[in-house]
């Protein structure tokens, strides 16, 4: 999106401050667990990051039950800044991704916050080629900014050296490797 459409900083949150994300509610733990149950085949345990988690502990909460010592991160819920200094054996970024305003940027933060081997668990809704941009409801959501397909997902592979484990439908698994640009 370009940046003269973008929403304020108020009214981004205030979108945000819509959404109902309770750990409680079984479908929005069904939607989280579509990333975090295909993660929990490649990393048990460790030092996480629930990065972009808004409002709602529910990411962190199902870690936690799971093993995971996690910390929580978001620019606007839970600014914590420190916690970008540190690395994790997982980050985890549920429909963050399409809020990044500079993805470059925001992916080579990632790359840094992953210690060599740590895994980066992502979902974003993938655009296909037959998909028109103008009628896709995904994009016509103002706090989506940045827009991905398959092409951007083997991108981000290559680009930073990671090895993609899973790519599917929405859910996207990479492990950090030795190689690539921070």
């Not at 940046?3 to 750990?23: G, V």
């Not at 030092?47 to 991160?73: H, K, M, N």
């Amino acid at each position: 999106m370009h940046p003269d459409d973008r929403l304020s900083l108020e009214d981004e949150r205030k979108r945000y401050e819509l959404h109902r994300n309770d750990s409680r509610d079984r479908g929005y733990r069904t939607h989280l667990l579509k990333v975090l149950d295909p993660l929990r085949d490649y990393i048990s345990k460790g030092v996480a990051l629930d990065f972009g988690c808004g409002q709602s502990p529910a990411t962190s909460e199902i870690l936690q039950q799971r093993g995971f010592t996690v910390f929580r991160y978001d620019p606007i819920f839970a600014p914590d800044e420190a916690l970008l200094q540190h690395m994790y054996d997982c980050v985890v970024c549920i429909e963050v991704a399409e809020h990044f305003f500079s993805p470059k940027r925001e992916f080579s933060a990632l790359y840094r916050l992953l210690k060599p081997g740590g895994w980066l668990a992502m979902s974003t809704k993938l655009r296909t080629p037959d998909q028109e941009i103008e009628t896709w409801w995904y994009a016509k959501d103002p706090t989506h900014v940045s827009l991905y397909g398959r092409e951007t997902v083997d991108w981000i592979e290559g680009a930073w050296g990671w090895k993609l484990f899973l790519s599917s439908g929405d859910v996207h698994l990479f492990q950090k490797g030795h190689l690539g640009m921070a």
